[in-house]
T-cell receptor
Framework: ELKVEQNPLFLSMQEGKNYTIYCNYS?????LYWYRQDPGKSLESLFV?????AVKQEGRLMASLDTKARLSTLHITAAVHDLSATYFC??????????FGTGTRLQVFP | GAVVSQHPSRVICKSGTSVKIECRSL??????MFWYRQFPKQSLMLMAT?????????EQGVEKDKFLINHASLTLSTLTVTSAHPEDSSFYIC??????????FGDGTRLSIL
């Protein structure tokens, strides 16, 4: 059974600080995704990581993938309040099924 | 970009009624559609996978007689929650898949059963 775990589950951070969210998964996979979810809303796609060593950046967010370690990270640089949301990683498994991580609820305060 | 339209966005109904949720791919043909359920402050859980013209494949623990899925065309899948009860209250999200592209998610349906 594929398990996808994120940590931390909850992150409260001050504006301007840096932090990393970790996503561990238990079996091999071809793709890993990062999504953002605002309260009451559906998912917003952030990144698709397709290969070992892949790194993608968009604004203050940077995602990386280490398939050998079965680990992906989402790094937040100089956090701002607008980044407050819940972040999910998801692993593509068994013909396009997505298994979602537990989610990380991020709160950025002044 | 590819758009998936989900309707209704919110529904409130009495216990015992059936509720239908539609998921449409507006500008692409979704060979496969997925249905997810999300309880408050929890992650998304895959309920079922549907392929156009064939029976849906349900994940373990999901009652196929309770959650009826129909995928009659390449642009429309429906989820019917039959005889809904308060424990079925949740946020339901569909997604569409075209070929080898990433899934495109609908805006979700918040279902509240009184």
């Amino acid at each position: 059974e594929l398990k996808v775990e994120q940590n931390p589950l909850f992150l409260s951070m001050q504006e301007g600080k840096n932090y990393t969210i970790y996503c561990n998964y238990s079996t091999t996979s071809d793709r890993l995704y990062w999504y953002r979810q605002d309260p009451g809303k559906s998912l917003e796609s952030l990144f698709v990581l397709l290969s070992n060593g892949a790194v993608k950046q968009e604004g203050r967010l940077m995602a990386s993938l280490d398939t050998k370690a079965r680990l992906s990270t989402l790094h937040i640089t100089a956090a701002v309040h607008d980044l407050s949301a819940t972040y999910f990683c998801a692993v593509d498994w068994n013909t396009d099924k997505l298994i979602f991580g537990t989610g990380t609820r991020l709160q950025v305060f002044p | 970009g590819a758009v998936v339209s989900q309707h209704p966005s919110r529904v409130i109904c009495k216990s015992g009624t059936s509720v239908k949720i539609e998921c449409r791919s507006l500008d692409f043909q979704a060979t496969t559609m997925f249905w997810y359920r999300q309880f408050p402050k929890q992650s998304l859980m895959l309920m079922a996978t549907s392929n156009e013209g064939s029976k849906a494949t349900y994940e373990q623990g999901v009652e196929k007689d309770k959650f009826l899925i129909n995928h009659a065309s390449l642009t429309l899948s429906t989820l019917t929650v039959t005889s809904a009860h308060p424990e079925d209250s949740s946020f339901y999200i569909c997604s569409g898949l075209e070929g080898n592209q990433p899934q495109h998610f609908g805006d979700g349906t918040r279902l509240s059963i009184l």
